[in-house]
């Protein structure tokens, strides 16, 4: 039904059916030439549950305390949705912490977020996952895994591994996803000054799993260095901000920004082209969020959709059910080849049609295969300015809740401290 369809829309639109598609060459990101996602504080693809402060894995680049004791009850767990629900319309619900499935209930919390009609989606380091705890957490409605694995974690018989020796791991963990069936899977990576050289062998490594990788995430990594440039305070009292987790006395020679990444992928990938972004609150040309989303099967991805495609995505599922969209399910990410229908809206899915059109005259059984849709998501932590002003991500999806209020997950140490957020001044003003 869909063949004539595709054809049709490409030969009317496309006249690069008729040769092979060169990559377009890499060029600076210019905000102008993506997609803003429209996500704001109160309506927003995510909200971000922490059940947990407990977790079974150090690891280096975490900016939450371990707390043993650090369970919520399951009355405090609805209580923080019920906050969520009265101040943000949401999709999909980060069940994080710490590590959630340490939790002794994490079964129920899973129940409770599905029962209220969004997507439940566990961020693990995947340590404490069993089969039979899949099972479970399947029956009880999780929609997807996104799993925390790098280099820096000391992880328990993986320790001195680079990033490319733990695909073995990711690949284990995405096959046991992709075996219970219907259930999201997706991977996180903190990227390091060290590490930075693997990006591009984690890009390659998820597209020969594109089958059962639906989501690759590189996080730049942050650090508070702490010495004389600012002084710290809250309410106009000054702190000892040395007592975060997250703060630290070494300079580090640069911090990786979303861009270093994108220029990393390139030299494997040139025509990896991010489609859309969050900008930042006080610099409004960095790019703290960037979304990349790519078409194709495990021997070739035939090309990058562009921004019209992301708008489409987030206008059309907002219009039919009020949210902006979180997760899409695995079996909605195997039909890429019904995306080309969007080939009149989109110049960047012409080509991806034309490349593919382009291998099926070479080889016709591809035309046959699975086009698979994957997301790749650069973020970019928060940055301070030489005047001390934050630099957070604006329409931040990861807020989660503190006494009633919705604040930055990755900087809730300040206000559980400090009963606020750490304001920074330079020294000696």
Known sequence: MYGKAWVNCLLQVSPMLRTAVAASPARALDHRDLYRLPWSATDNAIAWLEPTKKCNLACLGCYRENDPRGHKTLEEVRHDLDVFHRFRTVDGVSIAGGDPLVHPQI?????????????????????ALTEELLAELKDAGVAG??????SKQGRPGWKNSNEIELCELRERYAEMVAAAGGIGCSFNATVYEDTLRYVPDLVAWAQRNIEIVN????????????????????????????????ATHEQTPHEIQSTD???????????????????GTEQLDTFKWLLAGRLGTREQIYGYVGPRSMELAQTFHHLTSGRYLAYAAPRTLGHGRAMLL???????LREVGARW???????????LEKLHFQSVMIIQPADIDRDGAQNMCDGC????VWNDRLVWSCRLEEPERYGDFVQMVPAGD
């Open 215 to 246: 989501t690759i995430v590189f996080i730049a990594f942050r650090a508070g260095v702490v010495g004389g440039e600012f002084d710290y305070y809250v309410q106009g009292k000054p702190v000892d901000f040395s007592a975060v987790p997250y």
């Open 107 to 127: 079964a129920e919390i899973v129940r409770m977020v599905a029962g209220d009609g969004v997507k439940p989606i566990v961020n693990t380091n995947g340590l």
């Open 397 to 400: 999806p990861d807020m989660t």
């Open 357 to 367: 059109l382009a291998a099926g005259a070479r080889r016709p059984s591809r035309l």
């Open 261 to 279: 990444i994108v220029a990393e992928i390139r030299k494997q990938f040139p025509d990896f082209a991010p489609a859309a972004y969050l900008n």
């Open 145 to 150: 895994f996104t799993f925390h694995i790098d």
């Open 342 to 348: 969007l080939c009149t809206l989109d110049r960047n």
